[in-house]
């Protein structure tokens, strides 16, 4: 790709740089700078927001492009309600809409789209689309987009463990038989890997509850970019750094 050319050019780099055999098999996004980007333009944070969706489509294409098998972008949380109605309502809007395009936005790649999160809480309209996107592109076997929608780490953990007192008092399930995986089936990410970077565009340094039990020795790259303005450089950037890392998982 003449784009990575460019890039290792302008970065400095050797081609031996970045490893495309070892790199990380699930990225993780905290999508994070739409409104800050809008208001230093003096323009409405639903233009930002749509911004964003444009950054979106494009890491999407790139990561899947470059080999990456899975990215989880952090999309809208459970605290996100509490945002005023205007803006709630412009993100609703957005969301259906990039629904409805998804054929588009993954410029006919195959990507899979999953959505991770509570959907019940949503409009009938958007619950037909999440299945309908869900269905058309469960076959596709290249990256796996896992877009979490209503999604709050700690209200996950809380139904797993729901889920596990009840197979408990039903009978189907013995406390000491409870381990880690066990709660781990229970979470929406239960058939995905966890991830080995997350990556926080717009100069914030926490989990903002996005990922608190698959993050655990997941690595972390911050950047005060903001989302709107996030390139494929940027996701490179992380790479190179996630690459020189030694991750022990506890070890030595």
């Known amino acids: 790709m003449s784009f990575l050319k460019n890039i290792f050019k302008i970065r400095n780099w050797k081609k031996?740089?970045?490893?495309?055999?070892k790199l990380p098999a699930h990225i993780a996004i905290i999508m994070d700078g739409n409104g800050r980007w809008a208001k230093k333009r003096a323009l409405p944070r639903s233009v930002g927001h749509r911004e964003g969706a444009k950054t979106l489509k494009e890491i999407t294409t790139f990561c899947g492009e470059i080999g990456i098998k899975y990215l989880t972008v952090y999309a809208f949380s459970t605290e996100n309600w509490k945002r005023p109605k205007s803006e709630v309502d412009a993100l609703m809007n957005l969301l259906l809409d990039y629904?409805?395009?998804a054929e588009t936005h993954i410029g006919g790649k195959s990507v899979r789209i999953q959505v991770i999160g509570d959907v019940s809480v949503f409009d009938d309209k958007i619950k037909k689309e999440i299945d309908r996107v869900t269905k058309l592109t469960s076959k596709n076997t290249g990256l796996i987009l896992n877009i979490a929608l209503n999604y709050g780490s700690r209200a996950e953990i809380v139904h797993a463990a729901k889920k596990i007192a009840k197979e408990v008092s039903e009978?189907?399930?013995k406390v000491d038989d409870i381990d880690e995986k066990v709660l781990n089936d229970g979470l929406y990410t239960a058939m995905i890997p966890d991830p080995d970077l997350l990556i926080r565009p717009g100069g914030e340094k926490r989990l903002s509850n996005f990922l608190?039990?698959?993050?655990?020795?997941?690595?972390?790259?911050?950047?005060d970019v903001l989302w709107p303005d996030f390139k494929k450089e940027?996701?490179?950037?992380?790479?190179?750094?996630?690459?020189?890392?030694?991750?022990?998982?506890?070890?030595?």
């Open 171 to 173: 009978g189907k399930l």
């Open 99 to 101: 629904l409805k395009n």
């Open 234 to 252: 940027h996701i490179l950037d992380a790479i190179f750094e996630y690459q020189k890392r030694n991750r022990r998982f506890g070890g030595i």
């Open 212 to 223: 608190l039990w698959q993050s655990a020795y997941t690595e972390f790259w911050y950047t």
């Open 16 to 21: 031996s740089d970045i490893d495309y055999n």
